[in-house]
């Protein structure tokens, strides 16, 4: 003979199963969530980082450009080519006539030519 369940047992069952699957599910919820959490902060990571290279790249262009202007800064603005001739030429020409030393001509055709 079957035996018949009472209408308190019945409930008390699908209650438990219920709680069962609200437990289960939000145990679920909870790992998706975390997932998600760590999937964020991963793109904000690499957005950080992608951030700091352009940054680097901004930076490294920037000094590329100061270096530039240093260099033309330091180079001599005054001369051109023939101007820079013809004084090494009259320096030439003292240095036969006695006025000037072979060193004090070399110092000063150095000095003219920015070396």
């Known amino acids: 003979m079957r035996r018949r369940r009472s209408l308190v047992g019945t409930m008390a069952t ?10 289960v599910g939000g145990a679920m919820d909870g790992a998706a969530d975390q997932k998600a959490a760590a999937q964020q902060q991963a793109a904000a990571q690499q957005q950080q980082v992608a ?4 940054q680097q790249a901004e930076l490294a262009a920037q000094q590329q450009a100061l270096a530039q202007q240093q260099a033309a800064a330091a180079a001599p603005a005054a ?34 030519l920015g070396i």
């Open 51 to 54: 951030d700091l290279q352009t």
């Open 79 to 112: 001369d051109s080519l023939d101007d820079q001739l013809v004084q090494i030429q009259k320096l030439a020409a003292l240095k036969d006539q006695g006025v000037l030393t072979e060193e004090e001509f070399q110092a000063k055709k150095k000095q003219i």
């Open 14 to 23: 699908t209650a438990v199963v219920v709680g069962t699957a609200k437990a």
